[in-house]
C-alpha cells in the first residue's frame, strides 16, 4: 500500500495541502484494499484516481478564471 500511495502522490504539486491530500488519497487506497484488491496495480489506479479528483476539484473554473481576468 505504501508503493501505491507514494506512486500516486508523485502527481500531487507542491503546496501547503500535499499531507491533507495524502490522507485522503491513503483512505482510497485502504478503500480498495478493504474490497478485496491486494496488487500493487490496483491499489496504484485507486491512488491514481484519488489523485485526479483531488487535483481537478483544486482546478479553478472557467468562471472563477474569466472572473480573475
Request: with cysteine; proline share 3%.
Amino acid at each position: 500500500m505504501e508503493v501505491a500511495l507514494d506512486r500516486a502522490c508523485l502527481l500531487l504539486p507542491t503546496g501547503g495541502e500535499k499531507h491533507r491530500a495524502r490522507r485522503i488519497i491513503a483512505g482510497k487506497i485502504i478503500e480498495c484494499a478493504t474490497r478485496g484488491e491486494a496488487s500493487v496495480s490496483r491499489l496504484t489506479e485507486a491512488g491514481y484516481a484519488a489523485a485526479m479528483q483531488l487535483g481537478a476539484s483544486a482546478q479553478p473554473s472557467v468562471r472563477e478564471k474569466e472572473a480573475a481576468d
